[in-house]
Nanobody
């Protein structure tokens, strides 16, 4: 049974930082492309960042230079370090493994 469990969300002021974690089980973590998506109220879910099994990363233009995705294959965990947060970063953030597996999401709220 595949499980992706996100944590680390919360309420932060603009300019602050948060680190999201996604712990995976039930998959051979090291071979999966891992990604973070987000969905704001009334908007479509969008890709924030992804990381391949070899560590190559990709970011949306809206977060480039502020967010960093990383992974620890020994801990089956992917992270999203979010710095210089803006109110428009407010959303539910989801972890995704490969093309099929999603976490339950964690709320990030950035106050102005």
């Amino acid at each position: 049974q595949v499980q992706l469990v996100e944590s680390g969300g919360g309420l932060v002021q603009a300019g602050g930082s948060l680190r999201l974690s996604c712990a995976a089980s039930g998959i051979i973590f090291r071979i999966y492309i891992m990604a973070w998506y987000r969905q704001a109220p009334g908007k479509q879910r969008e890709l924030v960042a992804s990381i391949t099994s070899s560590g190559s990363t990709n970011y949306s233009d809206s977060v480039k230079g502020r967010f960093t995705i990383s992974r620890d294959n020994a801990k089956n965990t992917v992270y999203l370090q979010m710095n210089s947060l803006k109110p428009e970063d407010t959303a539910v953030y989801y972890c995704k493994a490969g093309i099929a597996y999603w976490g339950q999401g964690t709320q990030v709220t950035v106050s102005s």
